[in-house]
């Protein structure tokens, strides 16, 4: 059974910062592997997908790098402002045993940037 | 226009109510899927919809029940709810079920109270 894993839960880092949030997964099978990020109470915004023969993609100050072999994924945050504060979600869509388009999530990365 | 819009935004019911969720794109999506998450979990999926078609019902209570009446258009109807019920209730939509590179597009997502 996929299980995903973040850490950590939460962070806290002062303006400016380059951060790295980590994900795990247990099952190397997947079809590709995307980051999420979600403000309060609010629905979740795509940041990067990643398709399970790629080994990294990047969107602006964003970069994120999948190992497949070690179910190891790194989200890469440069020069961290403010309005980067959010939970950031991790989902795999399983490989072989997928039934079609399900997502399984990680518990998530609490991030607070301070001024 | 990347947009998944749900309404309404916030909903208050009581156990022996009957209230309908809704959620629409103009993409041209032929997948879509209906999450429930839980204050500080990660969303858990409960139906996928494919080609207007059930493709997924991750054992959810009969007490939810989706429908998906046209390709843009999805619903989830509610009767009897319990209290354990209350949470944030998403939508999502993608192009197809298959292939490496489909992103989920989430809407902003239905509050849920039951008392």
């Known amino acids: 059974k996929q299980e995903v894993t973040q850490i950590p839960a939460a962070l806290s880092v002062p303006e400016g910062e380059n951060l790295v949030l980590n994900c795990s997964f247990t099952?190397?099978?997947?079809?590709?592997l995307q980051w999420f990020r979600q403000d309060p109470g609010k629905g979740l915004t795509s940041l990067l997908l990643i398709q399970s023969s790629q080994r990294e993609q990047t969107s602006g100050r964003l970069n994120a790098s999948l190992d497949k072999s070690s179910g190891r994924s790194t989200l890469y945050i440069a020069a961290s402002q403010p309005g980067d504060s959010a939970t950031y979600l991790c989902a795999v869509r399983p490989g072989i045993y997928n039934q079609g388009g399900k997502l399984i999530f990680g518990q998530g990365t609490e991030l607070s940037v301070k001024p | 226009d990347t947009e998944v819009t749900q309404t309404p935004k916030h909903l208050v019911m009581g156990m022996t109510n009957k209230k309908s969720l809704k959620c629409e794109q103009h993409m041209g999506h032929r997948a879509m899927y209906w999450y429930k998450q839980k204050a500080k979990k990660p969303p858990e999926l409960m139906f996928v919809y494919s080609y207007e078609k059930l493709s997924i019902n991750e054992s959810v209570p009969s007490r939810f029940s989706p429908e998906c009446p046209n390709s843009s258009l999805l619903n989830l109807h509610l009767h009897a709810l319990q209290p354990e019920d209350s949470a944030l209730y998403l939508c999502a939509s993608s192009q197809v079920l298959a292939g490496a590179q489909e992103t989920q597009y989430f809407g902003p997502g239905t509050r849920l109270l039951v008392l």
């Open positions: 099952d190397s099978a997947i079809y590709n």
